[in-house]
Structures are given as structure tokens and as C-alpha cells.
């Protein structure tokens, strides 16, 4: 069973910037895409950016030359610098495989003020 534990979030306004944190155990962490999404309120969780072992990243046009997604095999842990941020990244944001598996974490949650 995958554990996905994500941390970081908080209150911030806009134009300001959170480094997100997720350790993932159960996996073998250095052979998966590791993934983050978002949930924003009244909407779909959906993808935002990944990075693969080899640390080639992908993001949707919505956070490219905002947000940064790296990780660290030795600690099993992915993470997510934003910078920039506008109300719209407003959400839960959680980390997960990529495509997923079936187990998600709380998710950590991130508000931006305008």
C-alpha cells in the first residue's frame, strides 16, 4: 500500500511563494513519475506537474515559470516550489504516482489571498 504524507501548505497572498513537501513509502520511490495535483474548490483534483526519475519534468501551462517540481530519491520525497502565486492556485494540493495509484494522501492545503 502506498503512503503519500504531503506538507508545506499554508495561507499566503498573492505574488508570494510555499515549497510543498510529499514523502512517499511503499513504493519503489526512484522508479516511479511522482505527480502533483491540485483540487480546487468545487472542482476536479487534477494533475499540475510531474517529474520522472531521470528529473525531466512536466507541468500544465498554468503554473509553467511559476512552479518547480523536483524530488529526492535518497529521501523518498518529491517537492513543489511556487512562486507567484495568484488566487486561482487556490486548493488541496496532493502528490501521487504518476498515472496514480488508488492511494492519495490528506493532501495539504494551500490558499492564496488576493
Known amino acids: 500500500q502506498v503512503q503519500l504524507v504531503e506538507s508545506g501548505g499554508g495561507l499566503v497572498q498573492a505574488g508570494g511563494s510555499l515549497r510543498l513537501s510529499c514523502v512517499a513509502s511503499g513504493i519503489i520511490f526512484s522508479r516511479n513519475i511522482m505527480a502533483w495535483y491540485r483540487q480546487a474548490p468545487g472542482k476536479q483534483r487534477g494533475f499540475i506537474a510531474s517529474?520522472?526519475?531521470?528529473?525531466?519534468?512536466s507541468y500544465v501551462d498554468s503554473v509553467k515559470g511559476r512552479f518547480t517540481i523536483s524530488r529526492d530519491n535518497a529521501k523518498n520525497t518529491v517537492y513543489l516550489q511556487m512562486n507567484s502565486l495568484k488566487p486561482e492556485d487556490t486548493g488541496v494540493y496532493y502528490c501521487?504516482?504518476?498515472?496514480?495509484?488508488?492511494?492519495w494522501g490528506q493532501g495539504t492545503l494551500v490558499t492564496v489571498s488576493s
Open positions: 501521487n504516482t504518476f498515472p496514480t495509484s488508488p492511494d
Open positions: 517529474v520522472n526519475s531521470g528529473g525531466i519534468t
